[in-house]
Structure formats: C-alpha cells, structure tokens
C-alpha cells in the first residue's frame, strides 16, 4: 500500500482570522511563483503568482509576499473561511524562463466555525 | 467546463499489473505533465512534455513511461505497478515552460 506520508505542518485559526502560510524557496534565480489550494481528493487549484520583479501581489481576499533577499514566500488570507480549509502549496520556477515548476512541502489550513 | 480530465478518477490494479490512466485537455497548451502525489507530500514531477518532445526526470523509475499521441491526450502507462506506486497520479498542461499550471482532479491509483 501507500507508504506513510510525511506530517503537514498545520494552520489552525477561528473563521474570519487572517491566515499567513509561509514557504521558504532555495533557489536565488527562481523568476516566478505560484500558490496552488488543493482540497482533500482533488487537484491543486491556482490561487495567485507573482514574479520576481514585484513584492507584493493582491487577489481577492488573497495577498502573496516575496522577499527575495530571504527568498521567502508568504500567502495571506483575509476573513478566512471555512471553505479555505485545504493544503497550500508554493510553486517556484527554479530555472528562470522556461523550466517545470518545482514544489514545496505544503500546509494545511484548518478553519474552524 | 472541465480543461483538464483525467480517467479514471479511482483506478485499482493487482501488483505487476500494467495498468494505464488517462489525461486529456481542452486549453491547447503546449506543454502536459505527470506529477505522483503521496499522503502528505508535494506533487513530484515525473515527467513531462513539450509538444511531441519528451522529458523524463533523471530520478524517475523505468516502470513509468508516457505517451502523447497529439496535443489533447497523454498517458501515463506504469508497467509492473508495486505497492510503493500507490498514489495520487496529477496530470497538468501549461501554455509553455514556466507558467501557471493547470491541473486534473487526479487518479487515485491502489495497488493490491
């Protein structure tokens, strides 16, 4: 059968917190970056991007953060909800330009009412 | 409205089984990917193509071989399935290297 998975790092916060989710990535010329939600039994779903030449990205209710002098990654929720409950994930494009995505090691969100 | 689909959804196959799942997309991207998923972990690249040109990860087990027959269909063929290839199979495509991927709802593979 499947072999035991590593334990997720877990957020837990009350419904309408803010929520931060951090990544650290290793690689200085990574260019692009990307969060990904993934629900229990689907796929990972695109939230927002940012390229290395910003530092700070807005969605709807969603903030991504880069300091690249630390090369660390955040993701903020606003008025977080119970239906943000997932895994998070950072993506980085570690090449820069044409290179496949490589991802981190994922958090676990848990919302409660 | 679903871009990409992937068949199975739950796939079962007896160890040493060949078994094969399915990907296909609607977005016309350039480029599709196999990613192996388990409990608790990041998605793992496997391979990869761009157009007909294939890209396999230098740790990736023999047992896995793909297949893109045009731009809309890829396959993921295992060949002799152990328990350790029990996992979630992502198919994903982007429009080329280096941009947002775009993923299936998965295979959930169990070997028995």
């Known amino acids: 059968g499947e072999s035991v998975g590593l334990h997720l790092p877990t957020l837990s916060v009350q419904e309408g917190d803010n929520s931060i989710i951090n990544c650290a990535y290793s690689?200085?010329?990574?260019?692009?970056f990307i969060w990904y939600k993934q629900e229990s039994g689907k796929g990972p779903q695109f939230i927002i991007d940012?390229?290395?030449?910003?530092d700070k990205r807005q969605g709807q209710r969603v903030t991504v953060l880069l300091n690249k002098t630390v090369k660390h990654l955040s993701l903020q929720i606003a008025a977080t909800q119970p239906g943000d409950s997932a895994v998070y994930f950072c993506?980085?494009?570690?090449?820069?330009?044409?290179?496949?995505?490589?991802f981190g090691k994922g958090t676990m969100l848990l919302v409660s009412p | 409205d679903a871009m990409v689909i992937q068949n199975p959804r739950y796939q079962v196959t007896q160890f040493g089984k060949p078994v094969t799942l399915s990907c296909s997309q609607t977005?016309?991207?350039?480029?599709m990917y196999w990613y192996q998923q388990k409990s608790s972990q990041a998605p793992k690249l496997l391979f990869h193509?761009?157009?007909?040109?294939?890209?396999n990860e230098a740790d990736t087990p023999d047992n896995f071989q793909s297949r893109r027959p045009n731009t809309s269909f890829c396959f993921l063929d295992i060949r002799s399935p152990g328990l350790g290839d029990a996992a979630m199979y992502l198919c994903?495509?982007?429009?080329?290297?280096?941009?947002?991927?775009?993923f299936g709802q998965g295979t959930r593979l169990t070997v028995v």
């Open positions: 193509y761009y157009d007909k040109d294939f890209n």
């Open positions: 993506a980085e494009n570690p090449g820069g330009g044409y290179s496949t995505l490589t």
């Open positions: 940012i390229r290395s030449n910003m």
């Open positions: 690689n200085s010329a990574s260019d692009y």
């Open positions: 977005l016309n991207h350039n480029v």
């Open positions: 994903a495509t982007s429009r080329t290297l280096g941009t947002e991927a775009f």
